[in-house]
């Protein structure tokens, strides 16, 4: 083979690039060099980033030209090459501008070499069939084998959880995973939730909507209370209506950048029920509602509005105010999702 490419090479003939390809990712096959070999060597011989992902690991892998390690969190407008019998494995060649004769060659080289080296993978866990469903680099086909090995018809309701939360790891059902900082579990139709849950819900009418449902519970999970807190442990994403636009769009950096956010979390610091105050007053039409839900008299609760009042420069009962606070509590829950 060496002798080959070294006489076309001479004459110039293309057909050397192509043969060097093959030669190359041959001998990586022979060697049993590791997955991320086969993927770095996309990266040289293309000349641009390549990278690697394998839906059922909630694994990423990309590699620069020059073989270095980069972020894992790719566009997704990259076109992805399947890799044979590894059902949610793709690769792909972030090439900017035309594409190159061998781009082509390489990523198909290159998924076989991977399928060469890691082999079929028919008998997936539960956990990897989730990750697979809800995996937006999957195919529609994947996607839906996934979802049938889990024995799952109709819409599926997909909940999302914190890591390390007992309240959300398995109660629901058996079709649980850790994807990413999260617990998600897939349950069939529309389940009635046992009490002390605390997650976001989102609810997708076919398999091909279930990464999208995910986003929309992981959105769901960042406005809910703590279990022992007057707001909701467990919000629905259809129910946020207008309110998932200013979820989606505000990141917990930029919400936590607002004044009327930092006058909050200056008035924990002395109050620490402030918080728990201003959501209690909202969810309720009376402030005697509101108090016996904090377990204080209305009185108190009176007192603790006034002294609120004088720190945020707002008071409630003003017009505005009430919603004003609201919007404040809702950011408040964005900046601090990730402390949940």
């Not at 790719?74 to 090439?95: D, F, I, N, Q, T």
């Not at 839900?293 to 509005?305: A, D, G, N, P, Y």
């Amino acid at each position: 083979m060496r002798d080959l490419i070294g006489k076309l090479e001479a004459v110039g003939d293309e057909t050397a690039g192509a043969l060097r390809v093959i030669a190359h990712f041959d001998s990586l096959v022979e060697q049993r060099a590791p997955v991320a070999a086969v993927i770095r060597a996309a990266a040289v011989l293309a000349g641009c980033p390549a990278g690697y992902h394998d839906a059922g690991r909630s694994l990423t892998r990309r590699y620069d030209p020059q073989g270095r390690s980069m972020a894992a969190d790719a566009p997704r407008s990259w076109p992805r090459v399947a890799v044979p019998g590894r059902a949610g494995c793709c690769l792909w060649l972030e090439r900017e501008g035309e594409h190159r004769p061998l781009d082509a060659l390489i990523l198909e080289r290159a998924a076989l070499a991977v399928h060469a080296l890691t082999g079929e993978r028919t008998h997936r866990s539960i956990g990897e069939a989730v990750k697979i469903a809800c995996d937006p680099d999957a195919s529609e086909a994947e996607r839906r084998d996934a979802i049938t090995r889990l024995g799952i018809t109709g819409p599926i309701t997909v909940v999302v959880g914190g890591v390390g939360d007992a309240s959300a790891e398995g109660l629901l059902s058996p079709h649980t995973a850790l994807v990413d900082e999260h617990v998600v579990t897939l349950v069939a139709g529309a389940p009635v939730f046992p009490s002390g849950l605390r997650a976001g819900t989102a609810v997708a009418a076919d398999p091909a909507r279930l990464p999208a449902a995910l986003d929309h519970a992981r959105l769901a999970l960042r406005l809910t209370d703590r279990l022992s807190g007057p707001g909701a442990s467990l919000v629905h994403y259809d129910d946020l209506g207008a309110l998932a636009v200013v979820v989606e769009r505000i990141t917990p950096d930029e919400a936590g950048a607002l004044d009327d956010v930092r006058r909050l979390d200056q008035a924990r610091t002395t109050r620490p029920w402030a918080i728990d105050t201003l959501q209690a007053v909202l969810d309720h039409n009376s402030l005697r509602q509101a108090a016996a839900v904090l377990h204080l008299h209305h009185s108190t609760l009176q007192e603790r509005l006034t002294s609120l009042a004088a720190q945020l420069g707002y008071s409630l009962t003003q017009p505005g105010g009430r919603q004003r606070a609201a919007v404040a509590v809702l950011l408040w829950r964005i900046a601090h999702c990730a402390d949940a």
